[in-house]
């Protein structure tokens, strides 16, 4: 943490220079360099820098799956606490043409993480807009990835306690949580907002839970991987959102009305292998389409909104493919064989076959609660995945405290997950019950 206040001091000083530079021949008003949290370039802050700060930090209760172990210690059940989400955010218009931006942080410390990890690098990026409305290239890693809505979310906005974590096909396993190392196209045709972007998929050796053993089952292969291919495509009837970053605000809470209808995909070639019935290794494209819709809006004349949105996401990454999601894991062991969750919090999240997915929330009047209001919401994520006999439906309820929008916000959910043994059947379900408090400088 010192590191970090060292480096945004010296950051505080690259900008005087710079300002003080860019205006050599005229002296601004002493309040004019900095002006709505930004650090301004030029005389109408069209030219600016910016940096933001976000903190979620949760407390949970849950039950955990069968044959869970810490360390090797068989538990059942647990009460954790963590830093879902710590990120500091730099960027800056610094040209008409010029954007830059970076962003680094933590996620998912606890109690048994590695100590004194350090910040790591989640995006670095430059673009170049040849047209300012209609297209901008760029390049670096970065969330301008393909397929849906909340594939890069904007973790400052969401509705919940997280977003559909489904909709990062590739989180961490050839990506760097969900960011890529890409060439982009970004822009607006009318109402049409686009983005493409070739993307090159990181090493799978290099991932946490990479496993060299290649048996008859699909998974990501190995050998030096082939571009991926990402895009996505949304026609804004209402209002139009800013496509500056490429992260998608989950709630406007009433502050815009946005109607967008999505499309999406994500294609890479060989990127799945396994061995077939005689030995041989044998390759499978990956191919993931996703379409969505998104309503947020105000909807009385106290401030009330209400938010929601749905996908449908089609996955193929080959036959029976599963993969578990535990977020923020207290725990990194299983010592049941017969249960296909693994430890701890996880669940078969992502699979070849169908998801839908469905969130919505209302925000109640203005000064519900003194100067404060709530906002409840519900979720659910509902994959047929070819590899499991029985439906998988996770559900998440919620309600915010809105203290002062999302700049300060309190949430507790339940979630409540299933549990399948390693033959695809559902054998039960677990619950958890998880407080946020989100404090968010932007």
Known sequence: MKNIFKYLGVFALVLVAIKANAQEEKKPESNSFFKDRKFNLNEDGSNYVKFTMLAQLW?????????????????????DIGIRRFRIQMYGQLTDRVFIYSQFGQNNL???SDRKQGFFLHDAMGEYAIDKTKLSLGMGLSGWSGLARFSSPSTGSIL??????FQQTTNDVTDQFLRKLSVFAKGKLGKLDYRIAMAQPMAIQKSANYNPTINTNWN???APPKMQWNGYFQYQFKDQESNLMPYMTGTY???????????GFIYQKDAMWKLNTVGDTINHDMLHLSADIYYDAPVGSKGQAISAYASVTKYDFGDNYTRNLGVMNPANGNNNAII????GNAFPMYGT???LYGQIGYKFKENLIGKTTLMPYASIQSSNFNRLNDQMNFYDIGVNWLLANHTSKF???YQDRPIYNTAGDQVSRNGSVVAQYQVFFN
């Open 160 to 165: 919940g306690v997280d977003a559909p974590l």
């Open 110 to 112: 606890n109690n048994i």
């Open 340 to 343: 296909l969750n693994g430890a």
């Open 220 to 222: 990501f292969s190995a």
């Open 411 to 413: 949430t507790v959910s």
């Open 353 to 355: 076959g169908t998801t």
């Open 59 to 79: 407390l949970r209760s849950q039950e955990y799956n069968p044959g869970t172990t810490i360390f090797g210690n068989e538990k059942s059940s647990g009460t």
């Open 253 to 263: 809470l009433g502050k815009k009305k946005v109607f967008n209808i999505g499309a």
